[in-house]
Each structure stands twice: as structure tokens, then as C-alpha cells.
């Protein structure tokens, strides 16, 4: 997987590069070849972050399992709850104003959370561009 010089420079510039999947083997293995390239780019392993979306705890390929095909972990889940979401996506509003105390709702409250909490800890963070 080739990856433009553009997308390179903002891998490079970015603190943190979050890699977004559903847990199937072809998306696997595209998260795969994704973060190989971007590593091959001069980017450290560690700044990359694999989240599952639409995660089903019943699932054929487990976070373990995916952990396996793409030679590091899973930072995040993210549940899939398609009625919710798609009362969202068609009332114009987001998760936590649909169904606040969803696990999909509390899995983005965490998400964002986490995002926020990364930044304060690093000061060059995104907080630089509020100075």
C-alpha cells in the first residue's frame, strides 16, 4: 500500500494516527498493509492506534485474534449499535443526544475522553493552535 507524500508529511506531523476498523479479514488485513506503510514512512509503531468499530462481542474474529493479524493491539471498541446510530444519522443529532446512556454513547464519551486527556498531556498538542 503505497502512501502520497501529503499523507506522509501529516502522518509524520500528527501526534497520535488512529486506524479505524471493523474486525473482518479483508479490514485486517488492510490495517495491516496501512500501518506497515506508514511505519515504512519514518512513522514510530507507537504512534498508531487501532480502534474496532461496530464491535459485537460475539464476533468470529476477536480483538485478540485481530491483535494477531495486525501485529498490535486494539486501543479501543467501539460497540455496534445500528438502531441508535441510525436514529442519529436520520433525526440530525448525535449518539449521546439519542441515547445518551447507550454503550455506543459511552463508548465515544471515552473515546473523546481519552483524546482530550492525550492532549493536555503532551503541551505541543492540539491545545498549541488555542495560544
Known sequence: MLIDEASSNIFAESETTYLISILSLPCLINVRKLQESIIASGVSKEKI??????????????????????????????????????SAINNGKTIPD????????????????????TAIER????????R
Open 49 to 86: 492506534q487501532v480502534i474496532a468499530n461496530r464491535f459485537e462481542k460475539r464476533a468470529q474474529i476477536s480483538p485478540s485474534e485481530a491483535t494477531k493479524i495486525i501485529g498490535t493491539d486494539i486501543s479501543m471498541t467501539i460497540p455496534n449499535n445500528y438502531p441508535v446510530a441510525m
Open 123 to 130: 503541551p505541543g498538542g492540539i491545545f498549541r493552535w488555542f
Open 98 to 117: 439519542i441515547s445518551g446512556g447507550s454503550d455506543v454513547a459511552k463508548a465515544y464519551k471515552r473515546l473523546a475522553a481519552s483524546l482530550i486527556e
